[in-house]
T-cell receptor, first 110, second 113 residues
Framework: DAKTTQPNSMESNEEEPVHLPCNHS???????IHWYRQLPSQGPEYVIH???SNVNNRMASLAIAEDRKSSTLILHRATLRDAAVYYC???????????FGTGTRLQVTL | DAGVIQSPRHEVTEMGQEVTLRCKPI?????LFWYRQTMMRGLELLIY????????DSGMPEDRFSAKMPNASFSTLKIQPSEPRDSAVYFC???????????FGPGTRLLVL
């Protein structure tokens, strides 16, 4: 499994953009980069994923480095409901394991 | 769709008792995953199934743990006998239907006294 490195915690003010970085230097060429988040007392939920190109959805944007050794999850306007632990996970797809690291705990303040 | 359904949501039992956790995956999904989360160890994969067949059970802690998936719509995780160190939140997730994402259930919070 590819190893990932994320900051343990980050803070943001509400309605400001947040950039959550992730290093995955040992990612294989076929692994997608997935991001999940876990809100307090809930199961993890899917946020976004990509392979090589930057991706956008209604929750967030994902910027992937050209060499695919790192990526950044972008929350364009953080809200209090975005306070969660965010996990960056290289994943080969439904027939393979999804390995969660320690993630980044995002705190959002008024 | 109701999402992944887990039962019970909370379970309190005494050491030595048998515990059975249940999971109903999202209809049409062909992969099912069991995870355990504790403060000390974080979120760890116990076992996963593809098309009802166990693919990787290397995360199952020991012989006291067993998991089955008798059909595409039901899976169980059994602990026999249970021990206090098994206390954790157990999550079930499913994936498939052409989408490369896992959908998690609400979890079962297990406390073994």
């Amino acid at each position: 499994d590819a190893k990932t490195t994320q900051p343990n915690s980050m803070e943001s003010n509400e309605e400001e953009p947040v950039h959550l970085p992730c290093n995955h230097s040992t990612i294989s060429g076929t692994d997608y980069i997935h991001w999940y988040r876990q809100l307090p007392s809930q199961g993890p939920e899917y946020v976004i994923h990509g392979l090589t190109s930057n991706v956008n959805n209604r929750m967030a944007s994902l910027a992937i480095a050209e060499d695919r050794k790192s990526s950044t999850l972008i929350l364009h306007r953080a809200t209090l409901r975005d306070a969660a632990v965010y996990y960056c996970i290289p994943w080969a797809g439904t027939a393979s394991k999804l390995t969660f690291g320690t993630g980044t705990r995002l705190q959002v303040t008024l | 769709d109701a999402g992944v359904i887990q039962s019970p949501r909370h379970e309190v039992t005494e050491m030595g008792q048998e515990v059975t956790l249940r999971c109903k995956p999202i209809s049409g999904h062909n992969s099912l995953f069991w995870y355990r989360q504790t403060m000390m160890r974080g979120l760890e994969l116990l076992i996963y199934f593809n098309n009802n067949v166990p693919i990787d059970d290397s995360g199952m802690p020991e012989d006291r743990f067993s998991a089955k998936m008798p059909n595409a719509s039901f899976s169980t995780l059994k602990i026999q006998p249970s021990e206090p160190r098994d206390s954790a939140v157990y999550f079930c997730a499913s994936a498939g239907g052409g989408k490369e994402t896992q959908y998690f259930g609400p979890g079962t919070r297990l406390l073994v006294l």
